[in-house]
C-alpha cells in the first residue's frame, strides 16, 4: 500500500499513528489544546474528547475560548456560562463526569479584580469607565482571559482534564502571546508615566503629565481629554496591587503549556486552506517548544467499492447510457467517480503535511452523515478518533 492509498486511514505512510486514547487516558497529561482553522470542526472534536475522557473515568471539563456557541449546541445545552456546567446523559460508571463551560472575558476580568483586592476597592474600579471598557472590548483581552481561566482551572486540581477549544488560527496564537503582550502593556512607557502619581504621593495627574510631557505628549493628552486620562490613570494606580500577579500567572501558564501535561491536537479538514494553516501552526508550536503530540484529520471521505476505478466507474456508466439501460445506475457509477476524485484530492492535500511534519502522527475521522448536535454523534466522532490508530 503507498503513501497515498493510506491516508484513506488518516495516516499517511510517512507518518505515525495518532493514538488518541493514550493521550486522553494518560493520567500525566492534564490539558488538551484543540488548535485549527475555523469551519473544520474543531470544537466537535474538543467536545468528542471530552466527553470520551469522562465516560473512560476522567473527570473533565471542556473550555471553549471561542465566542461561537457550538460547543452547547453539540452537547445539548441552551447556554454555556463562564462556570463550569455538567453536561447530563454522561456514563458516569466508571467514575468520570463532563463538565462545559464557555470564556466571559469581563466576568473572568471581574474574578481577577475580586480575587485580589477589597470589595470597596473592587467597586471603585468596576465603576470606572477605563475598566469597564478595558473588560470589555480592548484588543487582547479575550486572550488574557483565557490565560487566566485556564491557569484558575488548573490550579484548582479539581479536574483530571481540561480540553481547550481555542478560536481559529490566528486567534489562537493571540491566546499563546498572551503573557508576551501583557508583559509590553504593563511595561510601557505611557503606563509607566501613568503609574507615577501613585508612587509620588498622589499628586496631581494632569499637573505631572503637563510638567513631564513633550509638546506631542500634550498633544496627545489634548485630543484625548483630560477626562479620559483621568479615568486611565485612576485604573492604572491600581494595577500594581490588584494586577500585580496577572503577568507571573500568565507566564507560569505558559511554562505549563510547554510542559508535558499539555498535548496540542491540531484539527484540519483535508483542503489546502485547512492544512496550510495546521502547517502554519505547527511550525510556530516547535519554534515555541510546544508539545504538538498530532494533527486530527477531520470530515476524510471514503469510497465503498475502493477496487472499482474512476475510468471504469465512467465507462460503465457511458455504455449504460449508449445503451439507455438502468440510469440509475449509469447516475450511481457517475456519483462513484466524483467521489473517487475528491478521495484523490484529499489523499493529495493530507500528503502535503505529512511531507512537511513527518514526525507529527495523523489520525482521521471519516465524514459524518449529518451534523453532530447530540451525545451520540460526539460518542460517534469519538469513536472514529479512538479507532483511528
Not at 7 to 28: C, F, H, M
Not at 38 to 55: H, N, Y
Not at 87 to 108: P, S
Not at 129 to 149: D, I, L, N, V
Request: proline residues 5%; charged residues 20%; contains cysteine.
Amino acid at each position: 500500500m503507498t503513501a497515498v492509498d493510506d491516508v484513506l486511514s488518516g495516516r499517511p505512510a510517512a507518518s505515525p499513528t495518532l493514538d488518541v486514547d493514550a493521550i486522553i487516558g494518560d493520567p500525566s497529561v492534564r490539558i488538551v489544546v484543540c488548535c485549527g482553522s475555523g469551519g473544520v470542526g474543531k470544537t466537535t472534536t474538543a467536545a468528542a474528547l471530552g466527553l470520551r475522557a469522562a465516560e473512560q473515568g476522567r473527570r473533565t471539563v471542556v473550555l471553549t475560548i471561542d465566542p461561537a456557541r457550538r460547543l452547547a449546541q453539540s452537547m445539548g445545552l441552551t447556554e454555556l456560562s463562564n462556570t463550569p456546567r455538567e453536561v447530563a446523559g454522561v456514563d458516569t460508571g466508571n467514575g468520570g463526569a463532563l463538565f462545559a463551560m464557555m470564556l466571559d472575558m469581563k466576568r473572568t476580568f471581574d474574578e481577577v479584580v475580586l480575587a485580589h483586592t477589597d470589595p470597596a476597592k473592587a467597586q471603585e474600579i468596576f465603576a470606572n469607565p477605563f475598566y469597564q471598557a478595558m473588560s470589555s472590548t480592548f484588543a487582547g483581552t479575550q486572550e488574557y482571559m483565557a490565560m487566566e481561566k485556564l491557569g484558575q482551572l488548573r490550579a484548582t486540581d479539581e479536574w483530571d482534564l481540561i480540553v481547550v477549544d481555542t478560536p481559529p488560527s490566528r486567534s489562537a496564537l493571540d491566546f499563546l502571546d498572551a503573557p508576551q503582550h501583557l508583559a509590553k502593556f504593563l511595561d510601557g512607557r505611557m503606563l509607566r508615566m501613568l503609574l507615577v502619581p501613585a508612587r509620588n504621593g498622589g499628586r496631581s495627574v494632569l499637573r505631572l503629565m503637563t510638567a513631564s510631557f513633550s509638546l506631542v505628549g500634550r498633544a496627545f493628552m489634548k485630543v484625548l481629554g483630560t477626562e479620559l486620562i483621568s479615568d486611565v490613570s485612576t485604573f492604572v494606580s491600581s494595577l500594581d496591587s490588584t494586577f500585580g500577579g496577572f503577568r507571573q500567572r500568565a507566564e507560569r501558564t505558559y511554562r505549563v503549556l510547554q510542559h508535558r501535561e499539555t498535548a496540542f491536537l491540531l484539527v484540519a479538514a483535508p483542503e489546502p486552506d485547512a492544512i496550510r494553516e495546521a502547517t502554519y501552526f505547527a511550525e510556530r508550536l516547535s519554534a515555541d517548544r510546544m508539545p504538538l503530540s498530532g494533527l486530527v484529520l477531520n470530515r476524510v471521505h471514503q469510497v465503498a467499492a475502493a477496487q472499482l476505478s474512476t475510468d471504469r466507474s465512467l465507462g460503465a456508466a457511458e455504455s449504460l447510457t449508449a445503451a439507455a439501460e438502468s440510469p440509475q445506475t449509469a447516475a450511481a457509477l457517475r456519483i462513484h467517480a466524483g467521489l473517487r476524485r475528491r478521495v484523490a484530492r484529499e489523499r493529495s492535500v493530507a500528503e502535503r503535511f505529512a511531507l512537511a511534519h513527518p514526525q507529527v502522527p495523523l489520525s482521521a475521522v471519516p465524514a459524518q452523515p449529518a451534523d453532530v448536535h447530540d451525545l451520540d454523534g460526539l460518542r460517534a466522532v469519538g469513536a472514529a478518533l479512538g479507532d483511528a490508530h
